[in-house]
């Protein structure tokens, strides 16, 4: 069965960088999109960035452009999402999630499969 | 604020009939048949429930269905039971930001 397994809570103080980690299984790793999602405490969902796990290419909303980093190992079947220059209105759970398979005609708009979710603090 | 509008809650009772509105434009909800919706249980992740506007993954009960009319996305669940007590956030596409969301809608079965 297809699984995202994501890294632990991590606490950090504000203009610090977070790496979370979300390694798949049950599926071939390099034949889908993976996705990151955030979510504030209370809030909605938002969408922070793609990447091809197969050439290892990223797209970033354009809010986190220069500040957010995705990047993939094949071998372990794992993507990781850096954030940098952290800020307290960073403070929220962050989502790995599945889209389409690579060779999909349309665009990215849909996650079938979520991992459980990452709770980054930022705090001093 | 949240690129698609949803309400903040809606209400049903048991065996009713709910719909749950998601209003964005012509250049997200109103230009693309992919409109999808997630389930979200407190302090679990998303699930999928609808995608392509109307499709269901297998798995997920036909009680829920979806639509679309202009710029506004709907998800009706029919039959309520007290397990859909759940929040619901609607999602599309939309050309220059790949994917949006909406704020998301508190269900409360009565």
């Known amino acids: 069965q297809v699984q995202l397994e994501q890294s632990g809570a991590e606490v950090k103080k504000p203009g610090a960088s977070v790496k979370v980690f979300c390694k798949s299984s049950?599926?071939?790793?390099?034949?889908?999109?993976l996705h990151w999602v955030r979510q504030a405490p209370g809030q909605g969902l938002e969408w922070m960035g793609i990447?091809?796990?197969?050439?290892?290419?990223?797209s970033y909303a354009q809010k986190f452009q220069g500040r957010v980093t995705m990047t993939r190992d094949t071998s372990t079947s794992t993507i990781y999402m850096e954030l940098s220059s952290l800020r307290s209105e960073d403070t929220a759970v962050y989502y790995c999630?599945?889209?389409?398979?690579?060779?999909?005609?349309?665009?990215?708009?849909?996650?079938?499969?979520w991992g459980q979710g990452t709770l980054v603090t930022v705090s001093s | 604020q949240s690129a698609l509008t949803q309400p903040a809650s809606v209400s049903g009772s048991p065996g009713q009939s709910i719909t749950i509105s998601c209003t964005g434009t012509s250049n997200d909800v109103g230009g693309y048949n992919y409109v999808s919706w997630y389930q979200q249980h407190p302090g679990k992740a998303p699930k999928l429930m609808i995608y392509?506007?109307?499709k269901r993954p297998s798995g997920v009960s036909n009680r829920f269905s979806g639509s679309k009319y202009g710029n506004t996305a709907s998800l009706t669940i029919s039959g309520l039971q007290a397990e859909d007590e759940a929040d619901y956030f609607c999602?599309?596409?939309?050309?220059?930001?790949?994917?949006?969301f909406g704020g998301g809608t508190k269900l409360t079965v009565l």
């Open positions: 392509d506007v109307t």
């Open positions: 049950g599926y071939t790793f390099t034949a889908y999109y």
């Open positions: 990447i091809n796990p197969s050439g290892g290419s990223t």
């Open positions: 999602s599309s596409y939309k050309s220059s930001s790949f994917v949006v």
């Open positions: 999630a599945r889209g389409l398979d690579i060779v999909a005609t349309i665009p990215p708009s849909w996650f079938d499969y």
